[in-house]
């Protein structure tokens, strides 16, 4: 059974930027892409966008375009989501998840607050 | 894009009865319908897929059905580990994805 593991809780300034990491292991990592949701204090779920980890090609939320990257690197099986001009709204966990039409398993999140 | 609305927002159900969640999408998503759990301070777990396939692992009570635009999560009956909030998500036409905005199952 695959995994993905996720880096640690970040603490960032309004207008800072933020990276998280997802690790995968247990599976072909080419093979399926990652979705990333974010989910904010006592709120639902959030799609923000997804990456082809074969060739890289992303689809990003609308509301996110601009200020959201996804990239992969296939060395070390990782996904990397980087969001820029942070704002008070964007304090949430955000989980990435292995992508097979459904999200059929998930990393254990990362919590990003943004304050000043 | 496509909407997903759940209802109700809570449901109170007692312990080894049946439970019966719905989404609604705004146009059809066929069977490309997946239902999640979440318990507090956990990720989501996919429970089912293709409308009505459970996940591996996933107790039998677990039932979806429907297709199109009409979905039912059924829980057959209920124990104290199901507690907890579900979501609905297509993946139809993907991307974007859509989630539902959750039905929180409490204990009566």
């Known amino acids: 059974q695959g995994q993905l593991v996720q880096s640690g809780a970040e603490v960032k300034k309004p207008g800072a930027s933020v990276k998280v990491s997802c690790k995968a292991s247990g599976y072909t990592f080419t093979s399926y892409g990652i979705s990333w949701v974010r989910q904010a204090p006592g709120q639902g779920l959030e799609w923000m966008g997804w990456?082809?980890?074969?060739?890289?090609?992303?689809n990003y939320a609308q509301k996110l375009q601009g200020r959201v990257t996804m990239t992969t690197d296939t060395s070390t099986s990782t996904v990397n989501m980087e969001l820029r001009s942070l704002r008070s709204d964007d304090t949430a966990v955000y989980y990435c998840?292995?992508?097979?039409?459904?999200?059929?398993?998930w990393g254990q999140g990362t919590l990003v607050t943004v304050s000043s | 894009e496509i909407v997903m609305t759940q209802s109700p927002a809570t449901l109170s159900v007692s312990p080894g009865e049946r439970a019966t969640l719905s989404c609604r999408a705004s146009?059809?998503?066929?069977?490309?319908l997946a239902w999640y759990q979440q318990k507090p301070g956990q990720a989501p777990r996919l429970l089912i897929y293709?409308?009505?396939t459970r996940a591996t692992g996933i107790p039998a009570r677990f039932s979806g059905s429907g297709s199109g635009t009409e979905f039912t999560l059924t829980i057959s009956s209920l124990q104290s580990e199901d507690f907890a909030v579900y979501y609905c998500q297509h993946y139809n036409n993907w991307p974007p994805y859509s989630f539902g905005q959750g039905t929180k199952l409490e204990i009566k």
């Open positions: 990456i082809n980890t074969y060739n890289g090609n992303t």
């Open positions: 146009q059809s998503v066929s069977s490309d």
């Open positions: 998840a292995r992508v097979v039409g459904a999200l059929d398993f």
């Open positions: 293709g409308a009505s």
